[in-house]
């Protein structure tokens, strides 16, 4: 058995309320996880049980989304066939390069800055110049081979923390046309088999090491991250609805510039 360091029980706590936070939010839940580490004095980079932590307690967002949107999960089937398109590239990207992510690059600070900085310009240029020209009202119009491009930019986020899921499926959304409305809903809809198989996958490999009493804070970040999302949700489609993804365009830069100032130095 592997020794692991662990983290607090209101450190797990605060960890799945930032999770819950960020997930759907398009400003990158693992940056701001790095970010509250480093605040903590918590060793993101180092620690394997902070690692299998903070990619776990991803199964309370997931189960959020799937309380919210039971009703189209259920019966939508034009929506799963999109959704798994979108999937395909992601879960290959995922497995072939899993060592590589999470022990090589997840916990990369400049990496993680980078990435904030890149994403949020991209989100602003898709919010001012192509949410106006929309094709596709709905996720159900939009052309499965375009789904499966959105997915290719969701790998982006698979590989280089701080990318955020939400943000460049967002962003892939709206550069194939999909409404910001739709482009936020596909990224809620295509987290649910992305992060069940990047968890689920972890979970597997890390299982049998993790230490007993690390199972008890796994689900108090869990319980965080479910009850945070589920309000982070319905609060994203109505900022969606009123100002667009400006506002979340322009937090990510600044976020990546006290970063670099902070912690880059």
């Not at 940056?31 to 307690?57: C, W």
Request: proline fraction near 3%; aromatic fraction near 12%.
């Amino acid at each position: 058995m592997v020794s692991w360091p662990l983290v607090s029980a209101w450190e797990a706590i605060l960890l799945g309320v930032v999770e819950g936070l960020t997930e759907y939010l398009p400003v990158s839940s693992t940056g701001h996880l790095t970010l509250l580490a480093h605040a903590l004095g918590l060793d993101l980079e180092h620690d394997p049980f902070l690692k299998s932590f903070v990619i776990a307690i991803q199964l309370g967002a997931i189960l959020a989304v799937l309380l919210l949107y039971w009703r189209r999960f259920a019966r939508d089937l034009e929506a799963w066939k999109r959704i798994l398109a979108a999937f395909l590239p992601t879960a290959l990207v995922g497995f072939l390069l899993y060592r590589l992510i999470k022990d090589v690059i997840l916990g990369k600070d400049w990496i993680v800055v980078l990435a904030l900085f890149l994403v949020g310009l991209l989100l602003l240029f898709a919010d001012r110049a192509l949410a106006g020209r929309a094709r596709y009202q709905d996720l159900d119009e939009l052309p499965l081979k375009d789904a499966f491009w959105v997915g290719v930019f969701q790998s982006l986020a698979a590989v280089f923390p701080g990318t955020s899921r939400s943000g460049i499926t967002i962003f892939g959304g709206l550069l194939l046309g999909l409404r910001r409305k739709a482009a936020a809903e596909m990224s809620f809809l295509l987290a649910v088999p992305t992060m069940l198989a990047a968890t689920g996958y972890d979970l597997l490999r890390s299982a049998r090491d993790l230490p007993q009493e690390g199972y008890g804070l796994l689900a108090l970040g869990f319980l965080a991250a479910l009850l945070t999302a589920l309000a982070t949700v319905r609060l994203m489609l109505a900022l969606v609805e009123r100002l667009g993804f400006a506002p979340f365009a322009y937090y990510r830069m600044a976020l990546a510039l006290v970063y670099a100032l902070v912690f880059l130095r």
